[in-house]
């Protein structure tokens, strides 16, 4: 069992930054790649970043790459989330997810969130113009 508890969340105006972060606890946090999803209102639940077990590769959602940094602490057990540019249709909650990654997919990074096998409850961000 993986226990996620995002932070960071909160009111920014368009043109801002905010740094999300995500605590995790209960498993070895190194055996997991990680990722970053979001829930506008009215929306479905979308990709927004990933990286691997060991950072050594990420991915990003067309809407944030250049804009938004993913990162992670294996030693803190916790990832991160620098979003700067912020745009109102960035607003959603962000929700961190961990995906176990076996020593033979170290390297595997994936955008799908059934891949997914815990799931924070969320941080809330709202962008005004």
């Known amino acids: 069992q993986v226990q996620l508890v995002e932070s960071g969340g909160g009111l920014v105006q368009a043109g801002g930054s905010l740094r999300l972060s995500c605590a995790a606890s209960?498993?070895?946090?190194?055996?997991?790649?990680m990722g970053w999803f979001r829930q506008a209102p009215g929306r479905e639940r979308e990709f927004v970043a990933a990286?691997?077990?060991?950072?050594?590769?990420?991915r990003y959602a067309d809407s944030v790459k250049g804009r938004f940094t993913i990162s992670r602490d294996n030693a803190k057990n916790t990832v991160y989330l620098q979003m700067n540019d912020l745009k109102p249709e960035d607003t959603a909650v962000y929700y961190c997810?961990?995906?176990?990654?076996?020593?033979?997919?170290?390297?595997?990074?994936?955008?799908?969130?059934?891949?997914?096998?815990?799931w924070g409850q969320g941080t809330q961000v709202a962008v005004s113009s």
């Open positions: 990286i691997s077990r060991s950072s050594s590769r990420t």
């Open positions: 209960g498993r070895t946090f190194s055996n997991y790649a």
């Open positions: 997810a961990a995906d176990y990654r076996s020593e033979s997919s170290v390297d595997v990074v994936t955008s799908t969130p059934r891949s997914y096998d815990y």
